[in-house]
């Protein structure tokens, strides 16, 4: 019996170390992750509920969770894809890494961080999804 209890106590109190741990990590992960809902249209735009002009803007290096919703337009890639989503640099429009997104009809949602560097950037579609597809885009901005 008192045998049993030795065995037993070191991974009673490591489970407990485990679940302290795990309960610090969880937290500031839930805190700093921001929900940005966006709709990607059968009309070629994007559309954000409340915003006559949709428009997204962040903090350098935030962590968002971008939730979209996606209707399909005119055309679409073989692949499935009915609309695509990716962030250039308004200065030299060269693409951003981990921002190059496509959609699928329906609800999506992709765990994002916001780029290191302020500034102007520009949402785009790259799904061909209808003749007025260049008109798919949005204002992106980056704050200190
Ligand atoms: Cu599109």
Redesign the pocket.
């Known amino acids: 019996m008192s045998r049993n209890m030795t065995n037993r106590q070191p991974i009673r109190r490591m489970g407990f170390a485990l679940a302290v741990a795990s309960a610090f990590v969880a937290v500031p992960w839930a805190q700093a992750q921001r929900v940005i809902e966006v709709t990607?249209d059968g009309d070629?735009r994007y559309k954000m509920t409340g915003q006559r002009t949709p428009e997204i803007t962040v903090k350098a290096g935030e962590q968002i969770l971008l939730r979209v919703t996606a209707n399909r337009?005119k055309s679409w890639n073989r692949d499935g894809s009915i609309?695509?989503f990716t962030l250039l640099r308004a200065k030299d429009r060269s693409r951003v890494e981990g921002w190059d997104l496509l959609f699928k009809p329906g609800k999506q949602e992709f765990l994002l961080t916001a780029p290191s560097e302020p500034g102007a950037y520009e949402v785009v579609?790259t799904?061909i999804?209808s003749a007025d597809?260049e008109g798919?885009h949005m204002k992106f901005t980056v704050l200190p």
């Open positions: 990607a070629s337009g609309h695509g579609c799904v999804c597809h798919m």
